[in-house]
């Protein structure tokens, strides 16, 4: 099993930033690839982005490409991501996501072995 604590959620104004960080504890080695999803009121969950244990490789969705960064601290078993220029629309709940396999792209939300249980970013003037 692994588990997976997000932080670093809170309440922002548009343009502003915020760096939320995933701690995974457990068997972690068993875990390559890790996600960023967000689900707003009334919507669907979807990929933000993610990030492989093997080769480092990350994934954005199109909506954020050049204002989130994703990065990975192995040796600590912690995943970061940086937003940056945040808009009304990046506002909802924020999940980590592990797969054990490693994935090509942000994922679907079934190719996830595990969850955390989200924070909160709310982006409002």
């Known amino acids: 099993q692994v588990q997976l604590v997000e932080s670093g959620g809170g309440l922002v104004q548009p343009g502003g930033s915020l760096r939320l960080s995933c701690a995974a504890s457990?068997?972690?080695?068993?875990?390559?690839?890790i996600g960023w999803f967000r689900q707003a009121p009334g919507k669907a969950r979807e990929g933000v982005s993610s990030?492989?244990?093997?080769?480092?490789?990350?994934y954005y969705a199109d909506s954020v490409k050049g204002r989130f960064t994703i990065s990975r601290d192995n040796a600590n078993d912690m995943v970061y991501l940086q937003m940056n220029s945040l808009e009304l629309v990046d506002t909802g709940v924020y999940y980590c996501?592990?797969?054990?396999?490693?994935?090509?792209?942000?994922?679907?939300?079934?190719?996830?072995?595990?969850w955390g249980q989200g924070t909160q970013v709310t982006v409002s003037s």
């Open positions: 996501a592990a797969a054990r396999r490693r994935l090509y792209g942000l994922g679907f939300v079934a190719e996830y072995d595990y």
């Open positions: 457990g068997f972690t080695s068993e875990i390559d690839t």
């Open positions: 990030i492989s244990r093997s080769d480092g490789r990350t």
